[in-house]
């Protein structure tokens, strides 16, 4: 019997080994989260005696605050057609689709980051839907006196109608932005479900979504401030998975043996 010490080779490890949760589940689940969101905003749309009161509030409240005019955002969105469209355009097609498409992604490519943004956009959306009840909130396109135009309703598309007969969505409904909440946990998720140097870039997304919002006047700066708070406490409360795959697909120093750790070969022989 021999014994003799050799490099043990690096086990591999696919980049999540997390069992994937079951498909039709998921996709009832995600159904169910947008229809929520739907259907939430329009059972709201009872409660909006005050929110031109309340959009006026919030005005005040952010001259007070020191935060920039939404008007400085607009202005630069109105020196074309063209970039106005383009805006408008991004509100109207971007948000569902983009979320869905990083949910899908993470399904397939990263199941333990899926179940934990699935729960995370959950919560967030979930807490978002209070707000219309107690505190209605009309947008900055509706106010009068602020300069302010609906970019969206002359230059087009739109993806709202008249208040009153639009039956498909809550426009009382401001704070807080989904529109931008949404947007930044892609952000956060796809950051943290990959490794690549340039992940930060997805960032991206969430900044352009703010001055998409603020410069088509759908929305405050308050609005998308409030977003990210209730965005931060879901994501201290649902924490996310811990890595468990290396830059190339190997395991953590934690989870394998490193090439250079000796074992013995031979014994039992």
């Not at 994937?20 to 969101?37: D, S, W």
């Not at 109105?78 to 970039?83: A, E, I, P, Y």
């Not at 993806?159 to 426009?171: E, K, M």
């Not at 931008?180 to 900044?207: C, D, E, N, Q, Y």
């Amino acid at each position: 019997m021999t014994a003799r010490t050799e490099p043990a080779e690096a086990e591999t490890e696919p980049p999540d080994a997390t069992a994937r949760p079951a498909l039709i589940r998921e996709l009832l689940l995600v159904a169910g989260l947008f229809l929520v969101y739907k259907l939430g905003r329009q059972l709201a749309t009872r409660h909006t005696a005050g929110a031109v009161h309340n959009a006026d509030r919030v005005w005040d409240l952010e001259r007070a605050l020191h935060l920039p005019h939404e008007n400085g955002v607009q202005s630069a969105l109105l020196h074309g057609d063209t970039l106005v469209r383009i805006a408008n355009t991004y509100y109207a097609t971007v948000h569902f689709p983009a979320t869905l498409a990083f949910l899908v992604w993470l399904y397939v490519k990263r199941p333990a980051h899926y179940v934990w943004a699935r729960r995370v956009l959950a919560a967030v959306t979930t807490a978002a839907l209070v707000l219309p009840f107690t505190f209605p909130l009309a947008p900055p396109r509706m106010l009068t006196g602020t300069g302010l135009v609906d970019t969206a309703r002359i230059f087009g598309p739109s993806v709202y109608g008249p208040p009153a007969s639009d039956h498909l969505s809550n426009q009382f409904a401001a704070m807080p932005s989904l529109h931008f909440g949404w947007a930044l946990m892609v952000a956060v998720g796809l950051i943290v479900a990959t490794r690549s140097r340039w992940r930060p870039l997805w960032l991206l997304h969430p900044l352009i979504t703010l001055l998409v919002i603020v410069g088509t006047a759908n929305h405050y700066w308050l609005d998308a401030i409030v977003a990210t708070l209730m965005l931060g406490i879901a994501l201290a409360v649902i924490r996310p998975p811990r890595r468990t795959a290396g830059p190339a697909g190997r395991g953590t120093a934690r989870d394998r043996l490193t090439p250079d750790t000796p074992v013995l070969v031979g014994a039992g022989r």
